[in-house]
């Protein structure tokens, strides 16, 4: 298992707008930029980057928690799903988002900058638009 990391990123727009995006089909697909099917549903499942990451909602609240049970394409069948909790926090600037991402296969250290190239990065740009 590799070791849970948290990061997190200002990001310009309100905690509801974020999270409305992450969980919305077509929000999610334009913050990154990539094809996505999301839901606002406990037990939903969604997946992102046109498929190479998917998952199940564990806990939702609303403009505040997402917890997600997630997994990529270069998960072994044998490997459990890690868990990613992601938090909205109002910033002078928009909204301090926090990911902690834990119960990672040992191959998992390399999302921790998938996380800044592939979420951030773009929803920094998409939002201050």
Known sequence: ??????????????????YRSWLSTRGHAAMTGSPAKASVRVGARFSAWDGYITGKNLELEPGKRILQAWRTTEFTEAEEDSVVEITFKPSANGTRVTIRH????????????????????????????
């Not at 298992?1 to 707008?17: C, G, H, K, N, Q």
């Open 1 to 18: 298992m590799t070791r849970p990391f948290t990061l997190s990123a200002v990001i310009p727009a309100t905690p509801d707008e974020i």
């Open 102 to 129: 834990s119960r990672l296969p040992a191959h998992g250290a390399q999302y921790r900058q998938g996380w800044i190239d592939f979420y951030f990065k773009p929803m920094k740009v998409y939002f201050a638009q």
